[in-house]
């Protein structure tokens, strides 16, 4: 009789260890996904930042463009011109990056 209640103890004791293991294992699996999450957030946001500054200096130098283009002779316009929809291409393209 003993040796049943000191058996089923001791199996009671292992189930106890192994629930705690698997307690233990899920625990760090959630802290492994909370880091992962945390540096997809972290990357994210540093190439929102990338792409925002890279959108505010093709603006400018399309605005710097124009602003030449009205003291430019007629085949100076043409080519400022070109540029012009060249930036405004790479403008949405980074757009529609940031969208998707």
Do not use: H, P
């Not at 492994?32 to 505010?56: G, H, N, Y």
């Not at 012009?84 to 757009?95: G, H, P, S, T």
């Amino acid at each position: 009789m003993m040796k049943t209640t000191l058996t089923i103890a001791l199996m009671a004791c292992c189930f106890a260890l192994s629930s705690c293991e698997e307690q233990t294992k899920a625990e760090q699996a959630e802290e492994k996904v909370e880091e992962a999450a945390e540096t997809t957030r972290s990357a994210t946001e540093d190439a929102w930042a990338e792409a925002k500054e890279k959108l505010a200096d093709l603006e400018n130098e399309i605005n710097q463009l124009a602003a030449e283009m009205e003291e430019a002779s007629e085949e100076g316009k043409k080519e400022i011109e070109e540029k012009i929809i060249e930036l405004k291409a790479k403008y949405q393209e980074i757009r529609s990056d940031m969208e998707d």
